[in-house]
């Protein structure tokens, strides 16, 4: 194996299109919506709805497009899987069906991408049809065949709600309980009735994750998960807020039990009702990063309601982990000075439930967690005026924004220069909430006497135009070349990505630009975009960024919008080799996690590995799963890789375990470390099983 050798964009950009990989991703949304036409109109054809060619469509939302994407992201997968185990990959419908039963969704989304993906590429020789699953082999018959696989092992329900086609959506609240909160607790149920009256097209359902002290972990039995309102508002009634006094607060217990055991619809928003900081709880489960990761599996932003009213821990501003968890997972952040202030909120709270998408963001002060060392910081009392292009598919904006001092003296200004009214004044910033916005160029003006600041601009629309991307990267193995996705770049070498716009028929994509911005909203770079096959090149920077994509709709109006996640690039990539399967930690049996490291350094290093389970014996609080692994892995090959195993032994006896989730996390570091970039780091959930019959419906 050799070396990945730098190639240029053009390049590049034809093995893009040689492989067909992009087009697949390119073309999915319409065969997707095509097909699930066809099968409302076969299941449900009073509720069919035509599109503006006046073929029937499916009911398209919000939930939608993020199952289309998630499934796509389980094509690219399929690419780096051997020809022959696709070919053997026949019971890929009843895993779909186990994973959606133990309420998976994303992994599920993932494997039917694995169903839907029938390419052989090119490189690896005749495509022959004993290569293929039997649903592939009739190429015009593909797609409708693996619906059909599904139905046979899938209720409609089951159905619909894989394929986003209901648009129902989970209300997630995420509250603090430490003494000072009681005020902002009843400002919760305020908010969670004002939603149970807003006319929605789809339903909601509702969870409550309360988190308090280390002394009184256990909230969780104080939790709510279901569809009624009123059980919801009871389950606050029943919050007691005690103890507290300390800052910070156990923030990630409750954003992650709320994904782990609320079992949210994939793409709900998260609110967080706080007056504290975020520490680390029980490691290395309830952490920043796992916190992150899962929001961003779920597809969850989370969101931020700040009190300040006890004046105990500062402003939002002062806490970094709340900055970063909100800014990687394209949430947004509001301070209140009052709980009254806060039980306003369910207008904010309600276009959240519809899905909103970025537009712009920026601050003014980049922090230390978003410091950009290799550049001098620009004047944050410079007086600023930033442009938001507001496009034709914006049905409504919503703006807030955070200032040190003098927060009533930021305008927001129309195309003709015409100032807004706030919708709401808050505790250092202020918020706008505007239906059918003119189209143009507003902006947003502030002053220099408003000192450092931040903002945020979402847009929300029955249809949001925004996009997804997924890295590349190309090895040959032998005589065959393979291509597949992986979650960062790694430094120093050119990264490939593939766009993927669910909507790119709004869009002229010709006038296409793609760029990388920093968490000030500055662009770092621009990318080399082939707009034809939407596949994007760069040299990743050293720094945190974002994917700014811009351009032009085809009705001419100019639209930006911003990627959910920051990307970091790194010296080494932990990459768990690909498997159509659907893993769960059953009884009595061995999970063997296959891993590869890349890097970039020399021939020979050397990497420290560290595996941890957190699931305990309730009995012993011994590990309830063994791990066994190599500490130390060097590569011994000509190319920079290196493979590693991680033994997962589940004992036969578990029944005080049985449907309780296990976090597995893999560290890699290199040997010596010198920064953050030379550490590497794999999470995952697993399930604790004893048969199929035996998982939880």
Request: aromatic share 8%; charged share 25%; hydrophobic share 35%.
């Amino acid at each position: 194996m050799k070396k990945a050798t730098l190639l240029c964009f053009t390049t590049l950009a034809t093995l893009a299109v040689l492989f067909d990989f992009s087009e697949g991703a390119k073309d999915f949304f319409s065969i997707l919506d095509r097909e699930t036409a066809e099968y409302l109109s076969k299941n449900d054809a009073k509720n069919r709805h035509r599109s503006s060619s006046g073929a029937v469509s499916a009911p398209r939302n919000n939930k939608y497009l993020e199952a289309s994407m998630q499934i796509i992201r389980g094509m690219a997968e399929a690419k780096a899987t051997a020809r022959g185990r696709r070919g053997r990959s026949m019971n890929l419908d009843s895993t779909i069906k186990k994973a959606f039963k133990n309420k998976e969704i994303p992994k599920a989304r993932q494997m039917i991408g694995h169903m839907f993906e029938c390419h052989c590429p090119p490189e690896q020789g005749k495509c022959r049809r004993v290569d293929l699953p039997r649903h592939c082999r009739k190429k015009n018959k593909q797609h409708q065949n693996v619906f059909k696989k599904l139905r046979k092992v899938l209720s409609k329900k089951e159905f619909d709600i894989l394929l986003g086609i209901t648009g129902d959506v989970s209300l997630i609240f995420v509250i603090d309980t430490t003494g000072s909160m009681g005020d902002e607790i009843e400002a919760a149920k305020t908010i969670a009735k004002a939603i149970a009256a807003h006319p929605r097209d789809s339903s909601v359902d509702f969870i409550l994750s309360p988190f308090s002290d280390p002394s009184n972990s256990t909230a969780w039995e104080n939790s709510y998960s279901g569809s009624d309102e009123q059980s919801f508002v009871q389950a606050l009634d029943q919050l007691a807020a005690m103890g507290g006094g300390d800052c910070p607060e156990l923030t990630f217990n409750g954003i992650i039990d709320a994904i782990e055991k609320g079992n949210p619809h994939v793409g709900s928003p998260m609110f967080v009702f706080t007056d504290a900081g975020a520490k680390d709880g029980e490691r290395p489960k309830y952490t920043q990063d796992n916190s992150v990761g899962l929001a961003l599996q779920y597809m969850i932003p989370v969101n931020f309601f700040y009190s300040t009213e006890s004046g105990r821990c500062g402003s939002f501003h002062d806490h970094d982990s709340l900055i970063d968890l909100m800014d990687s997972t394209g949430g947004f952040g509001m301070q209140f000075n009052s709980s009254g202030q806060i039980s306003k909120m369910g207008g904010v709270v309600s276009a959240a439930l519809d899905g909103t998408a970025t537009i712009h963001e920026g601050r003014s002060n980049l922090g230390v967690a978003r410091s950009l060392r290799s550049s001098p910081r620009r004047n944050s009392n410079a007086r600023r005026t930033y442009a938001i292009p507001v496009d034709d598919t914006v049905e409504s904006l919503i703006v807030t924004y955070f200032t040190s001092s003098a927060a009533n003296l930021v305008e927001l200004r129309t195309p003709d220069g015409v100032p807004q009214p706030r919708t709401a004044n808050l505790t250092q910033g202020g918020l706008w909430m505007i239906e059918n916005p003119t189209l143009g160029i507003w902006e947003l003006f502030v002053p220099a006497s408003v000192g450092t600041h931040s903002f945020k601009v979402k847009a929300t629309s029955r249809l949001n135009l925004e996009f997804d991307f997924f890295f590349l990267r190309r090895k040959r193995l032998g005589r065959e070349w393979y291509e597949y996705p992986i979650d960062y770049p790694l430094l120093s070498q050119r990264s490939t990505l593939s766009l993927v716009i669910p909507l790119q028929k709004r869009l002229d994509l010709s006038s296409l630009k793609l760029s990388l911005v920093d968490g000030s909203g500055r662009v770092i770079q621009n990318a080399n975009l082939a707009t034809s096959s939407l596949v994007g090149t760069f040299v990743p920077p050293a720094v945190p960024f974002k994917l700014k994509l811009s351009g032009t709709t085809v009705a001419g109006r100019t639209f930006q919008r911003i990627s959910r996640k920051f990307i970091n690039a790194k010296n080494l990539l932990l990459q768990l080799q690909s498997t159509p399967r659907y893993d769960t930690l059953e009884c009595g049996k061995t999970l063997r996690l296959h891993f590869v490291i890349d890097y970039n350094g020399a021939a020979g290093e050397v990497f420290d590995i560290m595996a941890i389970s957190t699931l305990e014996d309730p009995n012993t609080s011994a590990k309830a799963i063994e791990v066994k692994y190599s500490k130390t892995v060097q590569n011994v090959w000509a190319g920079n890789r290196v493979f590693l195993t991680v033994h997962l032994k589940t004992p036969l006896d578990v029944t005080e375990n049985i449907g309780r989730w296990d976090t597995i996390q893999v560290m890699v570091k290199k040997s010596p470390v010198t920064s953050e970039a030379d550490v590497a780091y794999f999470t995952e959930h697993f399930k604790i099983t004893c048969s199929d019959e035996e998982v939880e419906p």
